[in-house]
């Protein structure tokens, strides 16, 4: 497990970009953390790190639940289930189909399902610790 403690928005999309080099297409990304923990600011960092968009351009999925970023070696779907209760709401997003080699499944909330608690491949942790400071843990 890394740890890291970030200070700042841009430190915490800076992370993102850095942990991209270590995230690998055909891989499950659960994102934890409370609501305004900073895991969409950690994704923009992460699509920025693969080319797949511009910071400014990822938003995040609370409502549209998915956003698809293409980038040259990887699509990123940047997926909220914050808003999805049960299994049969998550079967309705078909993600099965968005698991292919080339792409990376960035899930909020996925430990609401055991499924992605069971399956991920990469954890990241965010811990909201007063004003603009977070830790961040990568396992």
């Keep these: 497990m890394k740890t890291f403690t970030t200070h ?9 970009r850095r942990l991209a080099a270590e995230l690998k297409p055909g891989s499950v990304v659960l994102l934890r953390g409370e609501l305004g923990a900073g895991k969409t600011t950690l ?26 970023y293409r980038g040259p070696k990887a699509t ?7 808003r999805i209760d049960t299994q049969r709401e998550l079967d309705t ?22 499924r992605f608690a069971n399956e991920r491949d990469v954890e990241i942790a965010i811990e909201h610790r007063g ?9």
């Design 43 to 68: 994704v923009k960092g992460i699509a920025e790190g693969f080319n797949a968009a511009e910071a400014g351009a990822v938003t995040s999925p609370t409502f549209t639940l998915i956003h698809e």
């Design 93 to 114: 997003l078909a993600l099965d189909d968005l698991m292919e080699p080339d792409t990376i499944l960035l899930i909020e909330w996925g430990e609401k399902f055991e």
């Design 8 to 16: 700042s928005a841009e430190e915490t999309t800076e992370l993102g």
């Design 76 to 82: 990123l779907y940047h997926i909220d289930l914050y």
């Design 131 to 139: 004003g603009d400071d977070r830790q961040i843990k990568v396992a």
